[in-house]
Every structure is written in C-alpha cells, then in structure tokens.
C-alpha cells in the first residue's frame, strides 16, 4: 500500500469515499458537507 498526500486537484478523488465513510458511521449522506470538510483540510 502506498500512502500519498492530496493535493486541492486530487481532492474530489475522496469525495464519494468520505461520504461512505460518514454513513457507516450512522450519520447522513452529504456529498456537500463532505466536500467542504475536505476541502478544509487540504485547504
């Protein structure tokens, strides 16, 4: 496995993968909150 760091042009690469991550959790889908989340964090 080989880790890397995104970069703001990767970033929608983990959108969808985030989200899912939310919902196994037990919290709501949101594709919108995800992207901001995201974008935050790589900000």
Do not use: C, H, W
Not at 18 to 42: E, T, W
């Amino acid at each position: 496995m080989e880790i890397i760091q995104l970069n703001k042009t990767q970033a929608s690469l983990i959108y969808e993968l985030f989200n899912k991550y939310r919902i196994y959790y037990k919290q709501p889908s949101d594709v919108q909150l995800a992207k901001k989340f995201i974008g935050k964090k790589i900000a």
